[in-house]
């Protein structure tokens, strides 16, 4: 069964801080892997997507990386700030450009002033 | 970029109605549209899949009859909650994918609250 992780489930740290947050998936014949934002009772944004050939992708102070040997992606977050609080969901892409989408459960961000 | 709408935002319904939510891709033309449900704290679940002009493919577990997807137009879809019930409570988000291109990147709605009581 395609599954994914994502790990801690909510986070909180100070303004400032380098953060990460974790994915794993436990098929790694992905098409692509993508990170979104989700903020409270809203739709999701799309951050970063990651193509199965590539290693990594950066916009900003976001830089997602992505082993796919290893069944795992991370979200970088370089001086977080209190906007950047919200919810983290990570979605794997399998059976081609119009497969569907596997979402984790997500992770729960807090950046405190 | 492009832009997914949904409506309304939140509803509140009684148990026993029915209740429709629409989405709208509002600058892109969507042959493919997808509806996801989110229960609180977990993660976005695949409901259905609809192609403009055919029927609805329907996610093992969702009852078809029980949630009417109509896509009739290339940038309208539908879902219709039959018969709602408190455990249909959720967040229903949809999403459009654009055709064409390289990316076939799929955008989402703002998602819509649904309340039964």
């Known amino acids: 069964k395609q599954e994914v992780t994502q790990i801690p489930a909510a986070l909180s740290v100070p303004e400032g801080e380098n953060l990460v947050l974790n994915c794993s998936f436990t098929?790694?014949?992905?098409?692509?892997l993508q990170w979104f934002r989700q903020d409270p009772g809203k739709g999701l944004t799309s951050l970063l997507l990651?193509?199965?050939?590539?290693r990594e992708q950066t916009s900003g102070r976001l830089n997602a990386s992505l082993d796919k040997s290893s069944g795992r992606s991370t979200l970088y977050i370089a001086a977080s700030q209190p906007g950047d609080s919200a919810t983290y969901l990570c979605a794997v892409r399998y059976g081609g450009s119009q497969g569907n989408l596997i979402f984790g459960k997500g992770t729960k961000l807090s950046v405190k002033p | 970029g492009a832009v997914v709408s949904q409506h309304p935002s939140w509803v509140i319904c009684k148990s026993g109605t029915s209740v429709k939510i629409e989405c709208r891709s509002l600058d892109f033309q969507a042959t493919t549209m997808f509806w996801y449900r989110q229960f609180p704290k977990q993660s976005l679940m695949l409901m259905a899949t609809s192609n403009e002009g055919s029927k609805a493919t329907y996610e093992q577990g969702v009852e078809k009859d029980k949630f009417l997807i109509n896509h009739a137009s290339l940038t309208l879809s539908t879902l219709t909650v039959t018969s709602a019930h408190p455990e249909d409570s959720s967040f229903y988000i949809c999403s459009a994918r654009e055709e064409g291109g390289l990316s076939y990147e799929q955008y989402f709605g703002p998602g819509t609250r649904l309340t039964v009581t």
């Open positions: 990651i193509q199965s050939s590539q």
């Open positions: 098929d790694s014949a992905i098409y692509n």
